[in-house]
């Protein structure tokens, strides 16, 4: 074998050292391939996925140091990013602390989502359950980013990271529940604490594994959480804020799902609904009909108080203020958050009466709200501008 001195010279190869290497654009490093299934583009969205974090070949890095060259600028970066992506993964989350399991865990600076669900359904291109999470990730922080520009808050505004646990087996569920939320209950539940959690189990009759109805479960809930999350911790749905705590929460699940098919309470889900989720045309009609004021009775309820149809009045209220008023979302949100009354609230934000206000939203319903309502449809992936 001729060594290496006796070749003539390379100059091709020289050239390129000189220049940086022109494999990997001078980074150092390549982009790894094995994230096709899901994407490398939705991998870099979620800083924290526990599927990258296990990549053989990357270990959650999402690159590779460039086998054509003595690496560049991003080779730190990328031993840094390998660490923090290791730390994280030895890290556990309280539920696989105590099942001593690991779950899917995805997590951003708002979302903590722990999703064991073993096969998505109603899904043709998300029955993977990490594509799945990918997926919902994507609403929460779609949700939030929307959330954000209505309330006009800034990411810092949120007191603490939101818990999202989605179990398939009941008994883990239970077990979750009673030893790290302190909460005994058949159903699914928001903690509203430091932290907060909302804990479910994917296979109850009212979701069934259905990628549609966890999307909605998911998003809904995630509304709930962050009005009482955002800029100080406060819950308003035992403060005589029903409507705008149920009513925020339609909205977004309506605005992405296309249709309501939460009811806030747990039993209330498989229970009734009112029209189907599908609401504009419906409201507009029976308004139409009803002469009697509703809002009095209405604004003055709990978050559990409220009835089906007051679901639906309560969405279409916060519509309304959505696009007729929109400076006020936020005092709004603080106000209720400090118990004030209703007619206050209304009265200083929008120097208007109860009755005044029903006036005006009644007007806006028969004027906006088609006669009939278009088919149902999801919102594209991954969002859409307002
Ligand atoms: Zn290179
Ligand atoms: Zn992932
Ligand atoms: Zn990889
Ligand atoms: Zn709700």
């Known amino acids: 074998m001729m060594s290496p001195f006796f070749l003539p010279p390379q100059e091709k190869v020289l050239e390129e050292v000189l220049a940086g290497c022109r ?18 583009q939705e991998e870099h969205f979620v800083p924290y996925c526990s599927v990258a974090a296990q990549c053989d070949s990357c270990s959650g890095a999402l690159l590779l140091d460039c ?13 840094a990013r390998k660490a923090l992506v290791a730390r994280w993964l030895t890290k556990e989350s309280a539920p696989e602390v105590l099942l001593e399991k690991k779950f899917l865990r995805l997590e951003t600076d708002a979302f903590h989502l722990l999703f064991d669900v073993e096969k998505v359904k109603n899904e043709k291109k998300m029955k993977d359950p990490h594509h799945f999470a990918h997926f919902l990730m994507r609403r929460l922080e779609g949700t939030a980013e929307i959330f954000r520009d209505h309330f006009q808050a800034k990411p810092h505004h949120l007191i603490s990271p939101i818990s ?18 302190m909460i005994s209950s058949g159903g699914d539940i928001k903690k509203y604490t430091r932290n907060p959690v909302y804990c479910a189990d994917a296979t109850e009759s009212a979701i069934q594994s259905s990628g549609p109805m966890l999307e909605a479960a998911t998003v809904h809930n995630a509304v709930h959480i962050l009005l009482f999350d955002m800029f100080r911790e406060s819950w308003i749905g035992e403060k005589k804020a029903g409507w705008f705590d149920a009513g925020a929460s339609h909205w977004y699940e309506e605005y992405f799902c296309g249709r309501v098919s939460n009811y806030c309470i747990a039993e209330a889900n498989t229970m009734v609904d009112w029209k189907n989720g599908v609401w504009r045309s419906a409201l507009r009609k029976w308004l139409a009909r009803e002469d009697s004021p509703v809002l009095p009775a209405l604004v003055n309820q709990h978050t559990g108080q409220l009835m089906p149809r007051d679901h639906a009045l309560s969405w279409s209220l916060f519509d309304w203020v959505v696009h007729n008023h929109p400076k006020v ?5 603080m106000a209720y958050k400090e118990h004030q009354p209703t007619r206050d609230i209304f009265k200083k934000h929008l120097s208007m009466t109860v009755r005044q206000v029903e006036e005006s939203w009644r007007k806006w319903v028969q004027k906006s709200y088609p006669t009939k309502d278009a088919k149902v449809k999801r919102r594209k992936f991954p969002k859409a501008k307002l």
């Open 23 to 40: 494999r990997c654009d001078e980074r150092g490093v390549v982009d790894c391939m094995a994230h096709q299934k899901v994407g490398l």
């Open 67 to 79: 086998p054509h060259c003595d690496g560049g600028p991003d080779s730190m970066a990328l031993e």
């Open 164 to 181: 999202i646990w989605w179990f398939s087996d009941a008994k883990e569920k239970r077990k979750v529940m009673e030893d790290v939320l």
């Open 329 to 333: 979302i936020q005092p709004f949100l």
